[in-house]
């Protein structure tokens, strides 16, 4: 059966038409489904007994259910979900002093290989599907509300387990009703995806019409390296990447996309490195994500040092580049891509 979730707000519009309603059922039924929680057709009382039994007939309310959770002294709190078909992904919620953010998971395992990442030890098993997605949101938001009604999902970012933009449209089919008024009605600001570089993906997303926001894994200044890190390099180097990024900042009427860069003692981490990225990244007006790594150490892939890292972000501030370092969550609680789910699948 059908999930009711599985349906954008046009398509919902177009199925109602289709079985003789009017359009108005659509905005009736997002209301209950994201405003109103319900988890049941008997509970939206403003449709007829009858329509409600058809509803019921052909559709049902599947979201991944929540099977373990963990909440860090930090407050953030990491959830494992279980599909359908008995697969699993993660999700964390993060509190920052302007909201709580969900960083949500887009597939079953990544195919992308890179070598700093624990999502990529679990191959992917399929794609998400966009009630999948919607369900982690959802499954955070109930549960802030539940502890206080005022409280509520802010932001959204597609930085989970997963490469968004190999699984495309059933992303944007979830990021269309995280923003819709109708459905959660998170602003476009308030939301990002992060790639791993899928060219062909960022050209798509630059034509979209969207306000969402659009951040790159880079992790490296030159092709060589960023090759040894992430496989899918060779079939969209940085010579075709950056180019692409420029036409997405034209295509985009001029969003800044954020380039993340996971420092990693001794390999990426040299101020000659710094201006190697400089140099780079100059002419597509990003900004910059340094992330301390979280120690593979398997790999011998180790963390910068802080003095390190500061260095490293003065120079690019000093060169006029916006440049942040990102604040860690949960590290008392596996909080760390994938870390969660391969643990559990070990045991
Ligand atoms: N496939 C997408 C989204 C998932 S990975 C992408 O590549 O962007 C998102 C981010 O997780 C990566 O950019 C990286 O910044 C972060 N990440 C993965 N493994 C990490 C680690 N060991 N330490 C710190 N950050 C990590």
Redesign the pocket.
């Known amino acids: 059966m059908k999930s009711i979730y599985s349906f954008s707000y046009p398509e919902l519009e177009q199925e109602m038409l289709s079985l003789g309603q009017t359009r108005y059922r659509a905005k009736q039924i997002y209301a209950w489904l994201y405003k109103r929680d319900v988890t049941s057709f008997d509970e939206m009382t403003d449709i007829s007994k009858a329509f409600r039994e058809e509803l019921k007939s052909r559709y049902d309310f599947y979201v991944p259910e929540c099977t373990l959770r963990q909440e860090s002294k930090d407050g953030t709190i990491k959830s494992l979900f279980r599909m359908k078909d008995g697969e699993e992904v993660e999700s964390v919620l993060m509190h920052y002093v302007y909201g709580y953010a969900v960083c949500v998971s887009s597939q079953v395992g ?1 195919n ?1 290989s890179c070598a ?3 999502s990529g030890l679990l191959k992917k098993k399929r794609n998400l599907l966009p009630e999948e997605m919607m369900g982690q949101v959802l499954s955070y938001d109930r549960l802030l509300k539940k502890k206080n009604p005022d409280l509520r999902v802010s932001h959204v970012v597609v ?2 387990t ?3 933009f190999d699984n495309y449209d059933n992303v944007l089919s979830f990021l269309r009703n995280v923003n819709s008024p109708f459905g959660l009605d998170i602003g476009a600001r308030h939301i990002t995806v ?3 570089g899928i060219i062909p993906g960022i050209l798509r997303f630059g034509k979209e019409g969207l306000q969402v926001n659009l ?1 790159i ?1 880079l992790h490296a200044p030159d092709d060589v390296r960023r090759e040894k890190l992430m496989p899918i390099d060779r079939a969209y180097p940085l010579t075709e990447l950056i180019p692409a990024v420029i036409q997405y900042y034209k295509d985009s009427g001029g969003r800044r996309c954020t380039f ?1 860069y ?1 420092l990693i003692k001794d390999f990426n981490d040299s101020i000659a490195d710094a201006k190697k990225l400089y140099d780079l990244i100059y002419p597509t007006h990003g900004f910059v994500n340094l ?1 301390p ?2 120690p ?1 150490k398997e790999k011998g892939l180790f963390r910068s040092d802080e003095k390190t890292i500061d260095a490293f972000h003065n120079y690019l501030l000093s060169k006029g580049i916006k440049s942040t370092i990102r604040k860690e969550f949960g590290s008392d609680i596996d909080a ?2 994938g870390q969660l789910r391969a643990k559990h699948e070990r045991k």
Do not use: D, H, K, Q
Request: proline letters at 4%; a negative charge.
């Open positions: 990544c992308m700093f990442c624990a930085m989970g997963g490469e968004p992060s790639t791993c951040a894994s993340e996971v992330i790594l979280n593979v760390a891509c």
